[in-house]
T-cell receptor, first 116, second 115 residues
Framework: EAGVTQFPSHSVIEKGQTVTLRCDPISGHDNLYWYRRVMGKEIKFLLHFVKESKQDESGMPNNRFLAERTGGTYSTLKVQPAELEDSGVYFC??????????????FGAGTRLSVL | AQTVTQSQPEMSVQEAETVTLSCTYDTSESDYYLFWYKQPPSRQMILVIRQEAYKQQNATENRFSVNFQKAAKSFSLKISDSQLGDAAMYFCAYRRRSGTYKYIFGTGTRLKVLA
């Protein structure tokens, strides 16, 4: 079974440009999460999708970030326009229903974004 | 608000020896989950071990075990018989049992295993 896949693995852009990150969750996982780790700091939650609906977007830093999950399958996270402080590693995770007991989140390898 | 603290940015252990990674957390909740995840360089983050707060018994998974002290809000990870493949970034995480399903992570501990 394929795990959570993210691409690109690394993106280098200039300040002011647009970047789109993609995440393909594990097949059958309705729940999809985005997180971000800025250099040396903790991994911070950005948002949570249940199918195509945003369940919790309390961690989105500002309106330059747009997350979508059309059709409830893969998700994209667009940053427009990118700023220097957006640099970091963006992780995607997916899970089955988190209300059910022992389920866990499965993570991708992350996309390293460098804004110059 | 809940917080997770990992006070050791980096640790080293000799192959075959035992190492303990520290994690403390702060919450007013009584029921929650705690996790240790491992991320090898440029690879996926994978679950090492999970603890449910209502269970007093410490979780174990082969060479990995935790020391869960609920009153002290401490959740340390012990790795026994360390192997070269254990070298990775280790993250401690907290999740409420219900209401919101986001993980709250610590800053991570980089573990080096010396041959």
């Amino acid at each position: 079974e394929a795990g959570v896949t993210q691409f690109p693995s690394h993106s280098v852009i200039e300040k002011g440009q647009t970047v789109t990150l993609r995440c393909d969750p594990i097949s059958g996982h309705d729940n999809l999460y985005w997180y971000r780790r800025v250099m040396g700091k903790e991994i911070k939650f950005l948002l949570h999708f249940v199918k195509e609906s945003k369940q919790d977007e309390s961690g989105m830093p500002n309106n330059r970030f747009l997350a979508e999950r059309t059709g409830g399958t893969y998700s994209t996270l667009k940053v427009q326009p990118a700023e220097l402080e957006d640099s970091g590693v963006y992780f995607c995770a997916s899970s089955q229903d988190p209300r059910v007991g022992k389920n866990i989140q499965y993570f991708g390898a992350g996309t390293r974004l460098s804004v110059l | 608000a809940q917080t997770v603290t990992q006070s050791q940015p980096e640790m080293s252990v000799q192959e075959a020896e035992t190492v303990t990674l520290s994690c403390t957390y702060d919450t007013s909740e009584s029921d929650y989950y705690l996790f240790w995840y491992k991320q090898p360089p440029s690879r996926q983050m994978i679950l090492v071990i999970r603890q449910e707060a209502y269970k007093q018994q410490n979780a174990t998974e082969n060479r990995f075990s935790v020391n869960f002290q609920k009153a002290a809000k401490s959740f340390s990870l012990k790795i026994s018989d360390s192997q070269l493949g254990d070298a990775a970034m280790y993250f401690c995480a907290y999740r409420r049992r219900s209401g919101t399903y986001k993980y709250i992570f610590g800053t991570g501990t980089r573990l080096k295993v010396l041959a």
